[in-house]
């Protein structure tokens, strides 16, 4: 019914290369099936075997979590996360402490206080995050969140300046400041500024009151795969406590609730792509607890608008709220996202919800219309021999780049730059690295370096501009730079953690496998195998027919229901429609469903390989 050994009949694994899965070496998708790290090891098992006895889960549980390096003394705490168990102490990050007293002088004196974020989905959740805060404890808040075009990225002293004239006495910026000593350093003695920001950079930190960043060098927390709404929250919770030390809260002035905080972490964890465990892994359990009750009205408008009627889980973090509040900083109004995020009006956050899913739709028109030709100068680059592909072009709107090249990087496995050329003749643009090759630090090298005016970033996205006569160059240096890019195999393997009989694909399993959420980066959603598939029928369903439902027999009589997302064009629609009905292996997601009281399984159908 279920494997997570090597399939019958397939040679034994040598040192030099282990089987694929079901023999697939080549899928449609042009995939070879792998096993998922350990999947195949009897070690594994064992140890699945008695963290399954351990903890009185399935088998599957232990033998999934065990295949994701999850200790025994760890998994209670991985299936079960406590703000108890895994919450940090605030005060382990460099300049922590100084921030939080800072803070708290400013909530005791009831000053104004300005925060600057970045016009992405965690600098609009930071700043909502540190505004939900201050305004609670009696503040005036003001929050600037820079456009995109105008502005660029990171603090600018005109936008600063104005939040100190309209009253601020103390300035936060929130998910950037660390690589902006040249702009912070001129408001020595006019404002107090605090920097809560996770990117990496090897310049000079700026010499104000506290830059708090776990990835600054003499940072020892161990903090720095937490995004800057979890820095935020964590300055919120450190600023408490200083209150609570000073005497603050009474009366008059009672302690606040953090945790309702936690939906815009758990929201800004999820579209920064940080890695799903620890700390991160519970911000976002319970971050969804809270976002399920849909009490933040303008998340609550961003749910209904985008269709999510269930629970919110990851994926609707990262593929219906993320898009859709980043749309606005893309091709629209910067600040929109944050102001729904705020907003406490029930009719004004569907206003602007509305907005923003119309700006969004926009936004992927503007894609599609660069994507089809970057696509063709990338096959032409990779052609060429290049380890790294840098595009350019001169009518790329500059606030969808770094979309397509995350479509690059994945369609060909190889970090991909995009840039949009302006009328002053330089170029902005964003990058995607694949796992494992450091694009942050090279793009920082390249700035130290001349080639680029500014660049900076973590290692699998970053941001850069240049002028275009040094497009050439600054290629070679990222081929030089990364070599191993140019060794990459044109596709990644597609993991499998288990090989899973039609009859055995049921929604009690689903379930289970279900323990392992929330589902991301760091803790993939399990990638199961269905072997020797019939299909009985095949429908086009949804408003443009654009989805595939396939229903697949079993051996025993019973039957499973399979969705193909996006088939039109799509090369795995034209195999499983195909009239002969030929014997199939497909791989995807298995999850339970319910609808008018029961529960079913679905298969979600990720790739297809001939039997």
């Keep these: 019914m ?14 030099a290369a282990t089987p694929a899965v079901l023999n697939v070496e080549h899928s449609v998708n042009a995939r070879r099936w792998s096993w998922r790290e350990g999947a195949d090891n009897p070690t594994t098992n064992r140890l699945g075997a008695a963290l399954a006895q351990q903890l009185g889960i399935p088998e599957i549980v232990g033998r999934l979590l065990a295949m994701r390096g999850v200790s025994p003394e760890h998994a209670p705490h991985f299936l079960a996360p406590t703000l108890r168990a895994l919450m940090p102490d605030p005060s382990c990050l460099t300049d922590m402490d100084k921030a939080a007293a800072r803070m708290a002088q400013a909530v005791q004196a009831g000053e104004t206080i300005g925060i600057f974020g970045d016009y992405d989905v965690d600098g609009a959740c930071a700043s909502a995050v540190l505004a939900a805060f201050f305004e609670q404890l009696g503040c005036s808040v003001l929050t600037h969140i820079p456009d995109r075009m105008t502005e660029g990225y990171g603090p600018n002293l005109p936008a600063l300046e104005a939040l100190v004239a309209q009253g601020a006495k103390l300035l936060v910026c929130v998910d950037c400041g660390t690589a902006s000593a040249d702009i912070l350093n001129q408001l020595a003695g006019k404002v107090d500024v605090v920097v809560l920001d996770h990117h990496k950079s090897e310049d000079a930190l700026p010499a104000i009151l506290a830059t ?29 406590r200083t209150l609570r030390e000073n005497g603050f809260f009474n009366a008059n002035h009672p302690q606040p609730d953090l945790r309702p905080l936690l939906d815009l972490v758990a929201l800004a ?138 479509r690059i990087k994945e369609r060909f496995n190889r970090p991909a730059l995009v840039g949009a050329q302006q009328e002053d003749g330089s170029i902005k643009g964003s990058g995607r690295s694949v796992a494992g090759l450091d694009l942050g630090t090279v793009i920082i090298a390249a700035r130290q370096a ?57 929604a009690e399993l689903a379930t289970d496998m279900a323990a392992l959420a929330p589902f991301g980066a760091g803790n993939p959603e399990p990638l199961i195998a269905l072997p020797n598939v019939h299909i009985v029928r095949t429908d086009r369903i949804g408003r443009d027919s654009n989805t595939l439902r396939v ?12 969705l193909l997302f996006k088939a039109d064009n799509n090369p795995l629609a034209v195999v499983l429609e195909d009239a002969t009905r030929p014997a199939l292996h497909l791989a995807g997601y298995l999850r339970a469903e319910s609808w008018n009281g029961r529960t079913d399984a679905t298969f979600f159908v990720q790739d297809v390989a001939r039997a």
Excluded: Y
């Design 212 to 240: 708090v960043n776990p990835n600054r060098a003499d940072c020892s927390s161990g903090l720095g795969h937490i995004c800057a709404a979890a820095l935020s929250f964590l300055a919120t919770v450190a600023t408490r």
């Design 450 to 506: 001349g080639l680029l005016k500014t660049g900076g970033g973590h290692a699998m996205a970053a941001g850069f501009s240049l002028h275009a006569d040094r497009l050439a160059e600054f290629h070679s240096f990222l081929d030089t730079r990364l070599p191993q890019a140019a060794e990459l195999p044109p596709t990644v393997d597609l993991t499998i953690d288990a090989v899973v009989a039609v009859t055995g694909a049921t």
């Design 269 to 406: 964890t999820v579209c920064d792509v940080m890695p799903l465990q620890g700390v991160n892994r519970l911000f976002v359990a319970e971050g969804l607890k809270v976002m399920a009750a849909r009490q933040r009205v303008g998340v609550a408008a961003l749910l209904e608008i985008a269709g999510v009627s269930k629970a919110p889980d990851a994926f609707s973090c990262g593929f219906a709220l993320g898009p859709r509040i980043n749309a606005g900083g893309r091709i629209a109004e910067a600040a929109l996202g944050l102001r729904l995020l705020r907003c406490p009006d029930v009719h004004e956050a569907k206003q602007m919800a509305e907005r923003l899913d119309a700006v969004n739709r926009r936004r992927q028109d503007v894609e599609a219309d660069i994507l089809d030709r970057a696509m063709e100068q990338a096959a032409e680059q990779k052609d060429a021999g290049h380890g790294v592909i840098l595009l350019a072009g001169k009518d790329w709107h500059p606030g969808v780049v770094g979309i397509v090249a995350g």
């Design 2 to 15: 279920l494997s997570t050994a090597s399939p019958e009949g397939a040679h034994a694994p040598t040192p």
């Design 551 to 562: 229903l697949i027999r079993a051996s025993n009589g019973s039957r499973l229901k399979a």
